[in-house]
């Protein structure tokens, strides 16, 4: 399954690692779009 994930700017942006890391463990191909604040929360190497 592929799976979109959109990621905004607020500190739930670290929820979104520990919901991307169970898809990826499920087998699912993920694609992560995080807006310029997120980035302010979680680096761009995180999503990657």
């Known amino acids: ?6 990621v905004g700017g607020g500190i739930a ?12 463990e499920n087998g699912h191909q993920v694609r ?3 807006t310029a604040s997120a ?3 979680v680096g761009r190497a995180t999503f990657e």
Do not use: N
């Open 13 to 24: 942006a670290y929820k979104s690692c520990a919901l991307i890391r169970k898809f990826t």
């Open 1 to 6: 399954m592929h799976v979109v994930v959109g």
């Open 39 to 41: 980035l302010e929360f």
């Open 32 to 34: 992560v779009i995080p």
